[in-house]
Structure formats: structure tokens, C-alpha cells
């Protein structure tokens, strides 16, 4: 299956319900997965020159507001991950 953008956005869209969780666990859990996924698709991206018909990442603005409210996380954790997402997401652009 080729990555594309649309395929990344609709997983991110189903863990964005637990990185809001109230749950520490949660949070944790679905962040350190959102991180995973974001450097999958740029690793296959580029380094399986998986053409993209996307010039940018729609709503991205979406996507740095689920992130960056835990990057003040109580979790330390969170917080690491959550900004290691930030920039990842900033550097898809």
C-alpha cells in the first residue's frame, strides 16, 4: 500500500480522541503512537520515493492544536513525545 497523506490524517484523526484523554495512560500510550506513525510515513516516504499529490499537510493547524496542550503535560514523558510530534509534524511541511 503506498503512504499518503490521507491515509496518515485519517489514523491520526482515530488516536487524536485518546491524546486528549484525561487518562495519563492514555495519553501516554496514544502520543508515543502518534510519534511512531509520523516516522513511519516520512521514512517511507522518503526513502521509498512514494511519489505524495499533496503540496502540504491539510489542517495542519488540527493537528498542532491536539499536540501542543501536552507538550505542558504533568508527564514528563508526554511532554518529550508531544514536542518530538510538534516538530515532526512542522518538518512534514
Not at 491536539?66 to 511532554?79: A, E, Y
Amino acid at each position: 500500500m503506498e503512504p499518503n497523506v490521507t491515509t496518515l490524517l485519517s489514523i491520526l484523526q482515530r488516536l487524536e480522541f485518546w491524546v486528549v484523554s484525561k487518562k495519563m495512560a492514555e495519553r501516554e500510550r496514544s502520543c508515543s503512537s502518534y510519534l511512531v506513525v509520523l516516522k513511519k510515513f516520512v521514512h517511507k516516504v522518503t526513502h521509498e520515493n512514494c511519489k505524495q499529490t499533496e503540496k502540504a499537510l491539510p489542517h495542519l493547524g488540527h493537528y498542532l492544536a491536539t499536540l501542543i496542550p501536552r507538550t505542558t503535560d504533568s508527564n514528563l514523558t508526554i511532554r518529550q513525545t508531544a514536542i518530538e510530534n510538534v516538530q515532526a509534524v512542522l518538518c512534514m511541511c
